[in-house]
């Protein structure tokens, strides 16, 4: 039964199989194709690039026969002009934009993991194809060693648990035997040397960028087994993809395995099975899984902590609001005990004005540019001459009110409260002199 093909979250179905037309759902992220500059080294990058080129609609049986074809140019296109870009000091103590891009690129699953597996794959490839058709054209010798820099978490960092992938032209190999005790060297030295300074390498990178790398039980994790023959096998039959596998440091190859002119096969010592590539691609993969779930964690402690520093600034907020609430019912039951005893003794007089108690804490200035000071406590309890002034006028029963307007309103509305209480023009403005002089 045949794989579902893979769908990233931005609805872009996997590099083997681009659609015709963009994700049928309006609004939806990626909706449209990315512009040639944005395009990345990535899933995501060969998806939106065969969207802009297209398959030749016209005669979809081109497309369907040379697909392969078509996805290697395309990895060649966003790979092209890489080796000569002068950004290879990107990378001098941190993982190169390229490694985060495709990181972000694919969801953090199963299928994002499989589809960045085949995406790395299908690279590799390339430039095996390329190498062996350089050797072809011009009857030269190539010779490729690629190590990556991640191993299942807990692995040793030791040649010996580690694995090189080493282009070799297979003509070559099967001609000149002599050279297999150099050739497995130099794998030995690349892994001893190179291999294992790219994996630490890549641990510090990992843990600078606060990745949390799983420990995994050591009986899980071996040694490789000293091969029966110098050369192994091709991966697959007819190819020029050879494995080669560490041995401890300091240990020759041809020391430990005899060269064979008529074979290159491993024996019954194997080192590790298809069973067992099997199940070290499935460790590698849980291994990647269980750092996604690291940093979800992460993301979730920090999401938890906002929410209670949160619920905290809203719990003060609101005790905040309900005394500023209980200030202005106490401002309101004043008034009211104010218009009552002013009814009591006058049932004629006019209402006090109604102010409110945040005008109290509002400065003003007087046209001179001069701030206006609040009265003392003791000048609105006291104010003799206020008192005597509004005696001699018959007008004692607007002191209540007087005291409430110096109490609650900026000096510069008194003039308008105490038109309120409708008295005649001259008097309104000696008892406006008269309460500035005393209380100002």
Not at 144 to 160: Q, R, Y
Request: one cysteine or more.
């Amino acid at each position: 039964m045949s794989r579902a093909p893979f769908t990233h979250f931005w609805g872009a179905p996997d590099i083997r199989n681009p659609p015709v037309a963009p994700p049928a759902r309006d609004g939806y992220p990626g909706r449209h194709p990315l512009p040639f500059h944005a395009l990345k080294f990535n899933p995501l990058g060969l998806y939106d690039l065969r969207r802009r080129l297209g398959i030749l609609k016209q005669d979809p049986s081109i497309w369907n026969t040379y697909r392969r074809q078509f996805l290697a140019g395309d990895i060649a296109w966003l790979a092209s002009g890489a080796s000569d870009d002068n950004l290879h000091d990107q990378g001098f103590n941190t993982f190169f934009p390229e490694l985060k891009a495709l990181r972000d690129s694919l969801p953090s699953d199963d299928a994002g993991y499989t589809a960045r597996g085949e995406f790395t794959e299908s690279a590799r490839k390339v430039i095996w194809d390329l190498a062996t058709m350089l050797d072809r054209t011009l009857g030269s010798t190539t010779m490729i060693l690629h190590v990556p820099g991640t191993t299942v978490p807990g692995t040793p960092l030791a040649p010996e648990y580690l694995r090189a992938s080493v282009y070799l032209p297979p003509a070559f190999i099967h001609r000149h035997p002599e050279t297999h005790p150099a050739i497995a060297q130099i794998a030995q030295s690349f892994l001893e040397f190179v291999g294992v300074a790219t994996v630490a390498t890549w641990v510090a990178n990992a843990r600078r960028e606060g990745w949390k790398l799983t420990q995994t039980a050591s009986n899980t994790i071996r040694p490789n087994s000293a091969p029966d023959h110098l050369i192994p096998d091709p991966k697959q039959p007819g190819s020029s993809h050879y494995i080669f596998r560490g041995l401890p440091a300091g240990r020759r190859p041809d020391d430990v395995t005899p060269p064979s002119p008529t074979s290159t096969r491993y024996g019954s010592e194997e080192p590790l099975s298809a069973e067992g590539d099997a199940l070290l691609t499935a460790l590698e993969r849980v291994a990647a899984l269980e750092g996604e779930v690291h940093l979800l964690h992460d993301l979730l402690d920090s999401t938890t902590a906002e929410q209670r520093n949160s619920i905290r600034e809203l719990t003060q907020l609101q005790a905040q609001l309900n005394a500023a609430e209980a200030r202005e019912e106490g401002y309101e039951e004043e008034r009211r005990e104010l218009q009552r005893h002013i009814g009591s003794q006058n049932p004629r007089s006019p209402a006090p004005p109604t102010y409110n108690a945040s005008s109290q804490a509002t400065p003003t200035r007087s046209r001179g540019g001069t701030p206006f000071a609040s009265p003392s406590k003791t000048s609105v309890a006291a104010l003799p001459r206020t008192t005597e002034f509004l005696k001699a006028h018959g007008l004692l029963a607007h002191l209540p009110a007087i005291r409430m307007m110096i109490r609650h309103a900026p000096a510069t509305k008194w003039f308008q409260d105490i038109a309120g209480f409708d008295l005649d023009e001259l008097v309104a403005e000696e008892l406006l002199e008269c309460l500035t002089q005393e209380c100002l």
